[in-house]
């Protein structure tokens, strides 16, 4: 794989980054993922504008214009011949000594790399829907930064997969937060809940596109916590996520949502942002 590291396009095997890193010794840094669909880019600017804002929270910058990141994307996908997957963009606030306080002038690091999903939006998931497990949200404060601290969504996920489940819905305060990578919805009758933005949740760029589309098919919304029983009791359940677009929950903490199998809601809402999405890609 080539992979783009502080400015150079290198073999992966030769891209260096320091031991002093801050990504490394304190999880200081941010991140992005944005898919790719017959070689573009889904909903690019969105996942730019987020970035400016997870670094403006961390006070830093991106050592990178908007549109060069863009020439970047599409770098890697040419020089990686990516038809369809995933491209990764973290920015840590780069090495210096190790302290807490940050450094006054250290220069960020900057990475790119990219995965290939050949068929990543026909998965059979999206068949057969998956199923999540709950637990409880032990993450931090700021879970609308974007940072690159994931630790506690990789147990989460370990969890899941000791369970016998694809992933874990996150609760806190008796309510669901959202799942280890994506954010999470239940259908009841034609009303589609999910969580209001604030600290506790990453706004999801998915999430974004998809209630817009929602909203102009008629669809209603609420945008509101909710809790486990009520998810038990509803008619549907999904997920959206930048690599999973729309994915239908048919199983919570092993009880069958509705009749167990993918809603037509969710699977409606797929078709809807894939459609609409690979028409404005770049
Ligand atoms: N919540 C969390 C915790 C995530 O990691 C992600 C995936 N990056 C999402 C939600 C979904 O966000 P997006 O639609 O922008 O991929």
Partial sequence: RTV?????????????????DRGFLFADGVYEVTSVLGGKLIDFAAHATRLERSLGELQMESPVAKDELLEIHR????????????????????????DFAFPENATPTIVLFTQSKPGLANSPAAQTGIKVISIEDQRWGRRDIKTVQLLYPSMGKMMAKAAGADDAWMVEDGHVTEGTSNNAYIVKGNTIITRHLGNEILHGITRAAVLAFAREAQMKVEERAFTIDEA???????????????????EIDGTGIGNGEPGSVAQRLREIYLDESLKKAV
Avoid: C, H
């Fill in 4 to 20: 783009y590291v502080n400015g150079q396009y290198v073999p992966e095997e030769d891209a260096k980054i320091s031991v002093f």
């Fill in 232 to 250: 038990l009791q509803a008619d549907e359940a999904f997920i959206t996520s930048a690599s999973s677009f729309v994915m239908p929950v048919v």
């Fill in 75 to 98: 770098e890697l996908v040419r020089a990686n011949d990516i038809t369809d997957g995933l491209i990764y963009l973290q920015i840590t606030r780069g090495a210096a000594d190790r």
